[in-house]
Structure formats: C-alpha cells, structure tokens
C-alpha cells in the first residue's frame, strides 16, 4: 500500500458489498487460510485497500452468484489476487480488457480442471459398475451353488430315510415270521 491510497474498515467495506460484518470476517479468514494477506493495524484489525475490494466483489461473485463454497472460492480469489499487487500494481488500475482476460485464463484453467476431475469420476463410476457387476454374478454362482448343494443333500436324506425304513421293516417282517416259527414249533409239541 503507498502511503496515499485509502484505508477502509471492516464496516466500511461490508456496507459497500452488502453482507454483514460477520460474513465478511468469514470471507477474510478463508482467503488467509489459501495465503491471502490484508493488512492490520496496531491492534490487528484489517485494513481494506482497493486491491482487496476487487478481490473481496470476485469472491463475492464466487459465492453468491456461481454457489462456489468459501474454501474453493477463496483458493480461486488467492491464486488469482495474491502477490498482484507487488508484481503488476493493484488490479483496480488494470485495464478492463486485461482483467477480462486474465479473469478468462483463470475460468478456462478452473473449467479444464473441473472437467478433468468429471473425467476422473466417470472413470471411478465405470470400474464401480464393472466390480458391482461381477460381484453379483459370483453371488448369483454362488447362490446357485448352495441350493445343488442343499438339493443333493436332502435327496441323500431322504434316500437314507427310504433305506432306514425299508430296513427296519425287514427286521419287523423277520420278527413277526420269527415269532410265527416258534409259536408254530410249541404248539405243535404241546398240541394247541
């Protein structure tokens, strides 16, 4: 900042952007989270020069007239405002043209990247299908499998159960023909 350029206050700067002292301090805090520097007083309350009311109107465009979040905003604002003012002077003495392009770099660089992170999802998404779907078809095999395995074992089940009871009907059967034979020899010796 040169010692002529004027100051504004936490106030004065969220009466000019209409939004509530609060909201602003929110807006600060995420753009010094990404690197963005304000400066303070003696008391570190911060300063507004016009270099941070361009950048505070971008971040305010961001957030309420493209629903960007405070965090991709302020990495947004940061990249594009930071160290500006060292290297090419404040951007409000930027020719209109000249911002209107570097704003046009910045939303074509920001538009590459959000369409190579879609890229990258539809990619995930296509091998999260491609794994779903062979998961089901070894769950349908080995469904399948379980019911062979349970069919084979009841029809083993009940061929023992058949074999068990034709078995024990023979062994009535020998009993019953057994007793008959005895009876038959006693009461032949007895004569009944």
């Known amino acids: 900042m040169n010692e002529f350029e004027k100051a504004y206050t936490t106030k004065e700067v969220s009466l000019t952007l209409d939004i509530g002292t609060s909201t602003l301090r929110k807006w600060c805090l995420a753009l010094e989270e990404n690197g963005y520097q304000f400066l303070r007083t003696d008391n570190q309350k ?40 060292s290297e090419m002077g404040t951007p409000s003495v930027l020719s209109q043209n000249e911002m209107e392009k570097r704003d046009f770099k910045r939303s074509d660089e920001i538009l590459q990247e ?43 089940l009940m061929q023992s159960l058949k074999e068990s009871m034709e078995t024990r009907k023979m062994i009535a059967a020998a009993k019953e023909e057994d007793e008959k034979k005895q009876k038959g020899f006693w009461s032949r010796l007895f004569g009944k």
Not at 53 to 58: D, M
Not at 127 to 156: A, G, H, V
């Open 46 to 85: 911060r300063l507004f020069v016009e270099r941070d009311l361009v950048a505070l109107r971008y971040f305010q465009k961001l957030v309420q007239g493209e629903n960007f979040s405070l965090e991709n905003a302020a990495k947004v604002v940061t990249s594009k405002y930071k160290g500006e003012a």
């Open 114 to 156: 959000l369409l190579e992170r879609f890229e990258k999802q539809e990619q995930f998404n296509q091998e999260l299908l491609r794994f779903n779907q062979e998961l089901l078809q070894r769950l349908e095999e080995q469904q399948k499998y379980i019911e062979e395995r349970m069919n084979k074992r009841d029809e083993l």
